[in-house]
């Protein structure tokens, strides 16, 4: 079969062409702007690739259009497939329904964590040699690829709350119907699609009435929101983690490393962990609830975790130059923004943090979540906000921080004011849901150039 993919760059729907080529199909796809990683990811795999939404692109004639959540009514290709009353679908649906079914598929979700734990529980069943296949929202780094297709029966999948396609506004992750669901945490989020937090909670409740009485749900105890969602259905087993009862992580050593508890008695001992915070330790935790549900003893999902290289864009450290490191994470939601922070924090100690925020998400731009910020950056040394076409005042919402918070409308001007800033022994930390116009390499650049010798001084 042929298929041809609307928005084919965006991580998800990129994964689906990975997978929909590795099952076989003729796989071409199209996107406003083609670019890397996601752009050469595909064509290495013998992807052909458009750039931009022609309806002349009916002329390549597919059997099916397979319609990625970001295309709205209007777009060029999607109003000349409605005309002509040409097949098309979800992505989610072409998973769910030609990959998905049959196979033990283990989701994770949540508001927060999502990847990094999708990741974790990626690997862990990797080394306990059941050769999962995955889609990631991320690139774990141990994989090198956001997903992949095996002849496994395990499917692990990062399990989304924002909505299906043009067509269809049910969360992604009510197609997927896990036997195996991991519900990290519940805020608000996606103030474009939800009303408010009630709104998400009733998708994570269609969530739990598609999970059979033979699967298992891991929760976090810490969680009200997860615990109304409980309230209002549950027919499968419950496991919980971060409270007095289930899962544990113990406290952090000078490795990474921690205990781990179930119902108050040690299971075992994680001796080394790449990955800082608590939010991690959580996360970790809640990816051994659920290997172990499909089978991976205890011991072995321990063992995995010590071997876990991390994901791209979680506090990934992209280079250091006169004693500068600048570091990328996909933080955006103020939630994401404080634990990453503490996490920063706890594996650079008294380093100063140089946290440079690009608030690009559709909540973020909304301004809905504006009040939090503060709050959120207050680990930081210093901050400097891009205010680049934001409908509020990010100067305004950042005045609590005082003097150590600066806006720029200008990319040129945060560029120089950040590597004027920065001295020997700085962490640049560079939060952004997208590319941020390349700032990492140019940040890293900037403090190589001989102007920026007095770093050291």
Sequence with gaps: ?????????????????????????????????????????????????????????LALNPDLFVVG????????????????????VSGPQWLAENILRGRWVLGVAGTHGKTTTTSLLAWILEEAGLNPSFLVGGVPQGFGVSARLTESPFFVIEADEYD??????????????????VLNNLEFDHADIFADLSAIETQFHHLVRTLPSNGLIVANAAEAALARVLERGCWTPVELFNGEKGWQAGEVNASGGFDVSLNGANVGHVASFALPGDHNRANAIAALAAARHAGVPVAVGLRALETFKGVRRRLEIRGTERGVTVIDDFAHHPTAIRVTLDGLRQRVGSARILAVLEPRSNTMKLGTMKALLPESLAQADAVFCYANQLGWNPAEALTPLGAKARTFDDFDELLNAVVATARDGDQILVMSNGGFGGIHAKLLAALAAPSAAKLKD
């Excluded at 998800?12 to 796809?29: D, N």
């Excluded at 959540?69 to 098309?88: M, Q, S």
């Design 1 to 57: 079969m042929h298929i041809h993919i609307l928005g084919v760059c965006g991580t998800f729907m990129g994964g689906i062409a990975l997978l929909a080529r590795a099952a076989g199909h003729r796989v071409t796809g199209c996107d406003a702007n083609v670019y890397p990683p996601m752009s050469t990811q595909l064509t290495e795999q013998g992807i052909d690739l458009t750039d931009g939404y022609s309806a002349d692109q």
């Design 164 to 181: 299906t396609a043009f067509c269809d506004k049910r969360s992604k992750f009510v197609h997927y119907s896990p036997r195996t669901a």
């Design 69 to 88: 959540n970001t295309i709205k009514r209007g777009n060029p290709l999607l109003e000349a497939v409605l005309d002509r009353n040409l097949p098309y």
